[in-house]
């Protein structure tokens, strides 16, 4: 059974530029939650996506934007970066909401650095 | 607001020794989730154990165990015989009633010594 995966591990941009981060969630499950992990930092929401649709978003600006595609895969994207967009990014994955549970179950992250 | 408070930045024990790691929440909601995650050196977040607001009975899992103590809003968790392979960075995380966004604390960093 093949967790959450990530794509790719690493990442180095310069700024102003634009960058896709790819996510595949745990089999079985249809919700796709994206996170930001700075250095020393515990994980900060960016949003939630969920039937394709962006359910819930965390205080990040309108740069950060999302997309779920219909097989529950999800990318984050992120335009015209800054240096401060340096970080872990974080996918996480959690099962269908009649399962009653709010578990979400992470992948690997991506690395991202803004030179 | 919601907020979760790990007041331990850093922990160093001996192997061996018995380590408890403490986590302080905040929220107004009557129904909630209480999540403890692992992160290793690697970087992936490793679920350990997730708690509804409803549920206080104490849980032990192995060497790990947890107390949830809604009086005090705590939520503590403690590695008995602590080994080496502990060394990571424990997260503490909390949901409220409309789901979705995990507010997570900024972690301890634990580190066992031979």
């Known amino acids: 059974d093949a967790g959450v995966t990530q794509s790719p591990t690493h990442l180095i941009k310069t700024r102003g530029q634009q960058v896709t981060l790819r996510c595949s969630p745990k089999s079985g499950h249809d919700t796709v939650s994206w996170y930001q992990q700075a250095l020393g930092q515990g994980p900060q929401f960016i949003f939630q996506?969920?039937?394709?649709?962006?359910?819930q978003r965390g205080n990040f600006p309108d740069r950060f934007s999302g997309h779920q595609f219909p097989n529950y895969s999800s990318e984050l994207n992120v335009n015209a970066l800054l240096l401060g967009d340096s970080a872990l990014y974080l996918c996480?994955?959690?099962?269908?909401?009649?399962?009653?549970?709010?578990?979400?179950?992470f992948g690997p992250g991506t690395r991202l650095t803004v030179l | 607001a919601q907020k979760v408070t790990q007041a331990q930045t850093e922990i160093s024990v001996v192997e061996k020794e018995d380590v408890t790691l403490d986590c302080v929440y905040e929220t107004r909601d009557t129904t909630y989730y209480l999540f403890w995650y692992k992160q290793p050196p690697s970087g992936e977040l490793v679920f350990l154990i997730r708690?509804?607001?409803?549920?206080?009975q104490n849980e032990i899992s192995g060497r790990y165990s947890w107390n949830f103590q809604k009086s005090t809003s705590s939520f503590n968790f403690t590695i008995t015989a602590s080994q080496v392979v502990d060394s990571a960075v424990y997260f503490c995380?909390?949901?409220?009633?409309?789901?979705?966004?995990?507010?997570f604390g900024q972690g301890t960093e634990l580190s066992v010594k031979p």
């Open positions: 708690r509804n607001s409803f549920d206080e």
């Open positions: 996480a994955s959690s099962p269908p909401p009649w399962e009653r549970t709010d578990t979400q179950y």
């Open positions: 996506y969920y039937e394709e649709e962006e359910r």
């Open positions: 995380a909390l949901i409220g009633n409309q789901g979705g966004k995990l507010i």
